[in-house]
């Protein structure tokens, strides 16, 4: 347990300040507490801490990534030594579709939206100086996330620490890919077949690491509503429990390590009210259903990333006042981890300044306005009290309707989860445009604009620099080697054996993740979603 950021707990007037301080209040009001139980107590609808930011504030985990591991390798230690306490790497397109950077489908995408990695020696110059044993990383990866997790591992062992001692997560979650985002690659079935080779190699040789972030983020992106977000995401993770124990695997050896990632979008007391109804509907859900013996298998635990989509192009500064907001409603929510945009997000990748403050929002939220000096700040708000039930019961609804379909992969196959974000996003788009519903600076408060900022640009030859280095690659190695280890995969795919230990000896030979993933290939094919959806 980490000792207590601070000593004495007092409001600016000097005014003590009780850890639970809903239940005190609530209590002299003479209301039923008996619904309320103490943050760290199930179902957890307060937190899953008993101290909350008390013992330890949330991880400021920022994310960056962005044409060579060099460059964004200065980006990470420049964020590290401005305070950030955790690494969010973005990859790049052809790095999240598992192709090569000199693959033909990757020209032009190469470092556009994140990190290029290919290699083994694209990941160890990415994590250079940088200490694997004292910084947790979180990967947003799916498709190929068994293989940039080994990379991960690999290059942690090269700097003396084991795969036990490695804390982090990778994404992994490929069925909001089939819902909302589209980088899968692999069709629905082999694609499980992964996620629960990750899950059973990870509980015995990587215990510690995070082994899916199971993401209503991207859905939320897409449009949907915060109730349809709780019910999507909590019904997919429910679809990776089930393929997990059908694998044989008991569930207290793997639901510890499921993580959740969510959207915090504008409307505060929704946001902060979704993440407790979240927190107390996942409770329920897993005891209910599988009566776990282990705490956190039933403890749900979640990283927010403030909402892209809320950004606007015009009048760039005001993004500022809407991720505050946002930061406020996640950690008032009580999230583990949290990322904050940068203002300038809408019009291209975050410059250092852009960054910098974003990381600034979260420390002045953390050390200046006092939301994280007591557990759940907004508990026992009648306000927030109603809206947190509400949408429990209403997500509720919504997972029961999917697992009448026959659960989330079903519904997915039907296009049933697709088209109800469309709905939803539909909806938006018409108050937006009859001015219902008002966004400051893109229907209301407009003014003519004289834009100043000059997005960040990146480096266009890190495409040509990343071919070059993987000829160089291919040219120094056995290829003999690279053979036999592909051929095995291939083959492994087809007899069931767990894939992360091959895939590990494959990268050991310094095949590439291209390589890599066109040896699974051979065997589950590749898969394209029906027109439609």
């Given at each position: ?44 609808t ?13 991880t ?32 790049d ?45 979180s ?81 939320r992106e897409a449009?949907?509503?915060a ?143 006092g ?20 949408i ?68 266009a030859?890190?495409?040509k620099?990343?071919?070059?280095r ?42 590439t ?14 898969w ?6």
């Amino acid at each position: 347990m980490a000792e207590q950021r601070r000593e004495d707990w007092q409001t600016l007037s000097g005014i003590e300040l009780p850890m639970q301080p809903g239940i005190i209040s609530m209590n002299e009001a003479g209301a039923d507490t008996n619904d309320l139980p103490n943050s760290g107590q199930p179902p957890y609808t307060r937190g899953i801490h008993s101290s909350m930011y008390r013992t330890r504030l949330w991880t400021m985990r920022q994310y960056a990534g962005f044409s060579s591991a060099k460059e964004t390798n200065e980006r990470f230690k420049l964020l590290l030594e401005r305070g950030q306490k955790g690494l969010s790497v973005a990859f790049d397109l052809p790095t999240q579709l598992g192709l090569d950077a000199d693959d033909e489908l990757s020209l032009g995408e190469v470092g556009k939206v994140g990190v290029s990695i290919s290699t083994l020696d694209d990941m160890r110059e990415l994590f250079e100086g940088i200490p694997l044993g004292k910084v947790s990383t979180s990967m947003t990866i799916n498709a190929p996330a068994m293989i940039l997790l080994a990379m991960y591992a690999i290059v942690a062992e090269e700097q003396g620490v084991s795969s036990s001692e490695i804390r982090g997560t990778i994404q992994n979650d490929i069925l909001k890919e089939y819902i909302a985002r589209g980088t899968y690659v692999f069709p629905p079935k082999p694609s499980m077949r992964l996620i629960t080779d990750i899950f059973s190699y990870c509980s015995k040789s990587i215990p510690n690491w995070n082994t899916i972030s199971i993401s209503g983020y991207h859905i939320r992106e897409a449009g949907c509503t915060a109730v349809q977000e709780v019910a999507f995401t909590l019904a997919n993770a429910l679809a990776y429990v089930d393929a997990a124990i059908e694998t044989g695997l008991d569930v207290d050896s793997f639901a510890p390590r499921l993580s959740f990632f969510f959207n915090c979008h504008n409307d505060f007391f929704e946001e902060a009210s979704k993440f407790r109804a979240a927190r107390k509907l996942w409770y329920d859900l897993m005891t209910n259903r599988y009566s776990p013996k282990h705490p956190k298998s039933s403890m749900l635990r979640f990283h927010t990333q403030v909402a892209g989509v809320s950004l606007t192009a015009q009048q760039p500064l005001n993004n500022i006042s809407r991720v505050t907001i946002q930061a406020l409603a996640a950690i008032c929510g009580g999230t583990q981890s949290l990322h904050t945009n940068s203002y300038d997000e809408a019009i291209g990748l975050p410059t250092e300044e852009s960054a910098t403050i974003a990381l600034r929002t979260q420390q002045i939220i953390a050390e200046e306005s006092g939301v994280a000096d007591v557990a759940d700040p907004l508990g026992g708000s009648y306000h927030v009290e109603t809206l947190t039930q509400q949408i429990y019961d209403m997500s509720k609804e919504q997972i029961t309707i999917i697992e009448k379909m026959g659960g989330a992969m079903a519904a997915i196959e039907e296009g049933w989860q697709q088209r109800e974000i469309h709905n939803s996003a539909f909806k938006h788009l018409k108050e937006v445009e009859s001015k219902d519903r008002k966004i400051v600076g893109v229907n209301y408060g407009m003014m003519e604009e004289n834009l100043q900022h000059k997005p960040m640009a990146i480096n266009a030859e890190v495409e040509k620099v990343q071919c070059e280095r993987l000829n160089v690659w291919r040219d120094v190695r056995d290829q003999s080697d690279v053979d036999i280890c592909l051929n095995a995969i291939t083959e492994a795919c087809k007899d069931g054996r767990n894939l992360f230990p091959l895939v590990i000896d494959s990268l050991r030979v310094n095949c590439t993740l291209g390589e890599i993933m066109d040896a699974m290939k051979e065997e589950f094919g590749t898969w394209m979603a029906p027109s439609g959806f």
